[in-house]
């Protein structure tokens, strides 16, 4: 069990250096348009931060390319899968620079409803 958990943890992390052999370096700005276009948005949210029903957060993702390169292609849960035909590995580094890019979510004591809503 624990060796199937690894294979999976070193997938999504890009263990391996088969998937992409090019740097991550993309444009931020054309990854936010094709972030748009190609509808990640809608299982991701605006600023990708993603829902428990619909897709995990990606803003600001931990992923190496090279993971996240694999799991546009091979998306390991309900994502369909986007061909380099499709989506070539120059516009997926164009949507990791863009989620990179992203601003970091608000610190939760910082949000006056959260709170005012732990002092009630």
């Known amino acids: 069990m624990k060796s199937i958990?690894?294979?999976v943890l070193a997938l999504a992390f890009g263990a391996t250096s088969a998937f992409a052999q090019?740097?991550?370096?993309?444009n931020?700005?054309?990854g936010k348009k094709l972030f748009m276009e190609i509808g990640?948005?809608?299982?991701?949210?605006?600023a990708g931060q993603g829902a428990?029903?619909?897709g995990p957060r990606?803003?600001?993702?931990?992923l190496p390319f090279d993971g996240f390169l694999h799991q546009i292609r091979q998306p390991l849960n309900q994502m369909p899968p986007y061909e380099a035909a499709v989506l070539p590995d120059s516009s997926v580094a164009d949507l990791y620079a863009y989620v990179k890019s992203m601003p970091a979510p608000p610190d939760p004591k910082s949000l006056p409803l959260l709170v005012?809503?732990?002092q009630k």
């Open 28 to 30: 931020a700005e054309h």
């Open 116 to 118: 005012n809503m732990g």
């Open 22 to 26: 090019q740097p991550a370096a993309g």
């Open 58 to 62: 990606i803003s600001r993702t931990a």
């Open 5 to 7: 958990a690894f294979s």
């Open 52 to 54: 428990q029903q619909t």
């Open 40 to 46: 990640c948005y809608q299982c991701h949210g605006v």
